[in-house]
């Protein structure tokens, strides 16, 4: 029973780089999401998905794409890497019940 | 603009006492109200939640308070103990369309000294 699974667990990237923060879930639910959570400001919603080839802009959706081409996964591309995109990143979802499942988090450092 | 607003930022209690964390909303739309709790290095998870339609719920040592005209929830731990030193956050959440949408709280950073 994996749950919510991403990858990596840490990363470091320089300034420009782009890469690819992989999410999977093996609970059949339709809404994914991504949050990334900084010292002092809680969880931030970057973008979400209400179902495979729908998403949509969260609260800070600026230097990150998402895609959604199967249910069960939903990866997060920094396009252009920046130090303010320095953060610990966490996939969730959750199903036609209220609760989200959110992953083991995903550590961010760009220098 | 901080639509569900939670205090305080930290709490130090001591083993055994009652942690009390509030949080206070502005729309009456919210018709669920999660709680969440993260240990360090860890994703949060659903700790406990609770409907407008009950002033209160009970999971074990975990309670949640809900006033509804005052527009306010809390978290109470009893019996508080040093496993339960994590990071809590509160959410309110409304339908909007055909999905949800959740407000949540900055969290709660609780030290429970031995």
């Known amino acids: 029973n994996a749950g919510v699974t991403q990858t990596p667990k840490f990363q470091v990237l320089k300034t420009g780089q782009s890469m690819t923060l992989q999410c999977a879930q093996d609970?059949?639910?339709?809404?994914m999401s991504w949050y990334r959570q900084d010292p002092g400001m809680g969880l931030r919603l970057i973008h979400y998905?209400?179902?495979?080839?729908?998403?949509d802009q969260g609260e800070v959706p600026n230097g990150y794409n998402v895609s959604r081409s199967t249910t069960e996964d939903f990866p997060l591309r920094l396009l252009s890497a920046a130090p303010s995109q320095t953060s610990v990143y966490f996939c969730a979802s959750s199903g036609y019940r209220n609760t989200i499942y959110f992953g083991e988090g995903s550590w961010l450092t760009v220098v | 603009q901080q639509q569900v607003k939670q205090s305080p930022q930290s709490l130090i209690v001591q083993k055994g006492g009652i942690s009390i964390i509030n949080c206070a909303y502005e729309n009456t739309a919210f018709d669920y109200f999660p709680w969440y709790q993260q240990f360090p290095g860890k994703g949060p998870a659903l700790l406990i939640a609770?409907?407008?339609d009950v002033s209160e719920k009970k999971e074990g040592r975990f309670t949640i308070s809900f006033n509804k005209s005052a527009k306010q929830f809390s978290l109470h731990i009893m019996d508080s103990q040093p496993g339960d030193s994590a990071t809590y956050f509160c959410a309110a959440s409304t339908r909007a369309g055909n999905n949800r949408k959740l407000i949540w709280g900055l969290g709660t950073s609780l030290a429970v000294n031995p």
């Open positions: 609770i409907r407008p």
């Open positions: 998905s209400v179902g495979a080839g729908i998403t």
């Open positions: 609970m059949n639910h339709e809404y």
